[in-house]
């Protein structure tokens, strides 16, 4: 990589002084130490290879727009080793540590799976000798089981069994190529494991399936010795009318249906908890309370348009309620971190416009990790939620805790109450202050 491939110097770290150009850091300081933990190890920044280097930037209603240094090489294999080495050039710009990729995000299918497997085992050791000489890991790779016309009913939950097995024949190599480039772990995206109409789906038989080459991945995975995180990625709809993997609640719900919660959990993204009608905070907090927060899709939706657009994340009270949650647990997950699955806007198609949409990401992140930090040392929300259910601590509310408690003896407890009495036993939530509070410590942490 003699030869500079990218119009783009290296990203410093600059802090919050200078107003910025878009291509320095003011909130991402890498090697700062934050609640115990440097910067990046709190944070893991993962560039997507999909949407970074392969994504033209298409919508529902116009072609692709992007323009990039290596579509000079317009034979696809030509294309696809060339582009390896424009990514790793990318990567140490950037200075992000962790890449992730699907398969076919890699190299161009052939006529047959051997054939395919052939032309990425080609880039594959491209990225592998990169790795040795660059230190970048890979925090997951996944198999593409949703582009291909084969997909148009599904993958695991397909109703043709020849699908289904070509689809567990992918998985297979793609799990052999997730152990030599040392992947953390291991997604699964139902891109269209799911259902348009019930009146020809069988519904039950379709997730016993989907159940039934998840524990395949992971029984194959522990025969090659391949001991990554095995995670599942929720997505409420689109393309599908529903997806069996609608939100966290629900894939737990699968996972502890069929078996599979001691073996995966969950990866989870900004813009499909909004098509579910959630919040992320929401959906993080779900993962967490239930153990099974794996790893996190960085990017936000756009509430006045209603599909999955995978914009850069920049709210910063997003990204600050995010993060708030794993800041309480600890870090992202066992061997998580933030993989940027976004893209830049379709009037945004210039190369450099990719490192842009990288900093404000990976800015706005660690301003929500700065906050949220501050406030969990601080412990402002947590004497919040003690003080809001302190009327557990004792009396009634201790016996209810302690299960001493039962219908009986909370009758004659509530029989001669009063409304007067009842009505005094509530306090006002202060939501207003509370909100309040979170603006000024975004405001007065981000501005020191």
């Given at each position: 990589?003699?030869?500079q491939?990218?119009?783009?110097?290296?990203?410093?770290?600059v802090?919050?002084?200078?107003?910025?150009?878009?291509?320095?850091f003011h909130?991402y300081?890498?090697d700062?130490?934050?609640?115990?933990k440097?910067m990046?190890?709190?944070?893991?920044f993962?560039?997507a290879?999909?949407?970074?280097?392969?994504?033209?930037?298409?919508?529902p209603?116009?072609?692709?727009?992007?323009m990039?240094p290596?579509?000079?090489?317009?034979?696809?294999?030509?294309?696809?080793?060339?582009?390896?080495e424009?990514?790793f050039?990318?990567?140490?710009?950037?200075?992000?540590?962790?890449?992730?990729f699907?398969?076919?995000?890699?190299?161009?299918?052939?006529?047959?799976?051997?054939?395919?497997?052939?032309?990425?085992?080609?880039?594959?050791?491209r990225?592998?000798?990169?790795?040795?000489t660059s230190?970048?890991?890979v925090?997951?790779?996944?198999?593409?089981?949703?582009?291909?016309p084969r997909?148009?009913?599904?993958a695991?939950?397909?109703?043709?069994?020849?699908?289904?097995?070509?689809?567990?024949?992918?998985?297979?190599?793609?799990?052999?190529i997730?152990?030599?480039?040392g992947?953390?772990?291991?997604?699964?995206?139902?891109?269209r494991?799911?259902?348009e109409s019930?009146w020809?789906?069988?519904m039950?038989?379709?997730?016993?399936h989907?159940?039934k080459?998840?524990?395949?991945?992971?029984d194959?995975?522990?025969?090659?010795?391949?001991?990554a995180?095995?995670?599942?990625?929720?997505?409420?709809k689109?393309?599908t009318?529903?997806?069996?993997?609608?939100?966290?609640a629900?894939t737990?719900?699968?996972?502890?249906?069929?078996?599979?919660?001691?073996?995966?959990?969950?990866?989870?993204?900004?813009n499909h908890?909004?098509?579910?009608g959630?919040?992320?905070?929401?959906?993080i907090?779900?993962?967490?309370?239930?153990?099974?927060l794996?790893?996190?899709?960085?990017?936000?939706?756009?509430?006045?348009?209603g599909?999955?657009?995978?914009e850069?994340?920049?709210?910063?009270?997003?990204?600050t309620?995010a993060?708030?949650?794993?800041?309480?647990?600890g870090?992202i997950?066992?061997?998580g971190g933030l993989?940027?699955?976004?893209k830049?806007?379709r009037?945004s198609?210039e190369p450099n416009?990719l490192?842009?949409?990288?900093v404000?990401?990976?800015?706005s992140?660690?301003?929500?990790?700065r906050?949220?930090?501050?406030?969990?040392?601080d412990?402002?929300?947590?004497?919040i939620?003690?003080?809001?259910?302190?009327?557990?601590?004792?009396?009634?509310?201790?016996?209810?805790?302690?299960?001493?408690?039962?219908?009986?003896?909370?009758?004659?407890?509530?029989?001669?109450?009063?409304?007067?009495?009842?009505?005094?036993?509530?306090?006002s939530?202060?939501?207003?202050q509370?909100?309040d509070?979170?603006n000024?410590?975004?405001?007065?942490?981000?501005?020191?």
């Amino acid at each position: 990589m003699a030869e500079q491939k990218w119009d783009m110097d290296k990203i410093k770290y600059v802090g919050n002084s200078s107003l910025g150009s878009g291509a320095e850091f003011h909130y991402y300081n890498p090697d700062e130490v934050i609640g115990g933990k440097k910067m990046r190890d709190w944070l893991r920044f993962a560039v997507a290879y999909w949407h970074t280097f392969d994504q033209r930037l298409v919508d529902p209603f116009g072609d692709g727009t992007a323009m990039r240094p290596y579509d000079k090489y317009t034979d696809p294999m030509d294309n696809a080793l060339a582009k390896v080495e424009y990514a790793f050039e990318f990567y140490q710009k950037l200075g992000n540590d962790f890449i992730c990729f699907h398969d076919r995000d890699l190299a161009p299918e052939g006529d047959t799976l051997r054939e395919t497997n052939k032309n990425l085992d080609k880039v594959v050791d491209r990225i592998v000798d990169y790795q040795k000489t660059s230190g970048l890991k890979v925090l997951w790779n996944t198999s593409n089981l949703f582009t291909n016309p084969r997909f148009v009913a599904g993958a695991g939950t397909s109703p043709y069994a020849d699908i289904f097995a070509y689809s567990a024949a992918q998985l297979k190599h793609s799990l052999e190529i997730g152990k030599r480039v040392g992947s953390e772990n291991y997604v699964f995206w139902g891109g269209r494991e799911g259902y348009e109409s019930l009146w020809n789906t069988n519904m039950k038989l379709e997730q016993e399936h989907a159940a039934k080459m998840f524990h395949m991945a992971k029984d194959y995975a522990n025969e090659i010795g391949f001991d990554a995180q095995m995670l599942l990625e929720p997505k409420p709809k689109e393309p599908t009318t529903h997806q069996y993997d609608f939100d966290a609640a629900t894939t737990i719900a699968f996972m502890k249906t069929y078996d599979l919660d001691k073996d995966f959990k969950l990866n989870l993204e900004g813009n499909h908890a909004n098509l579910a009608g959630h919040t992320y905070q929401h959906e993080i907090r779900v993962a967490r309370e239930a153990g099974l927060l794996g790893s996190l899709d960085a990017n936000q939706g756009d509430k006045l348009i209603g599909w999955d657009i995978d914009e850069y994340p920049s709210n910063l009270y997003e990204t600050t309620a995010a993060m708030y949650e794993v800041v309480e647990n600890g870090g992202i997950g066992p061997r998580g971190g933030l993989n940027f699955d976004a893209k830049p806007r379709r009037s945004s198609f210039e190369p450099n416009d990719l490192f842009y949409g990288h900093v404000v990401g990976m800015d706005s992140f660690a301003a929500g990790l700065r906050v949220a930090m501050k406030m969990k040392e601080d412990g402002v929300l947590e004497n919040i939620v003690k003080e809001r259910y302190s009327s557990y601590d004792s009396g009634i509310g201790a016996d209810i805790e302690s299960g001493k408690a039962t219908f009986k003896t909370l009758e004659d407890y509530s029989l001669d109450k009063t409304q007067a009495e009842l009505r005094a036993a509530t306090s006002s939530d202060h939501l207003e202050q509370i909100k309040d509070t979170i603006n000024h410590y975004i405001v007065n942490v981000l501005g020191k």
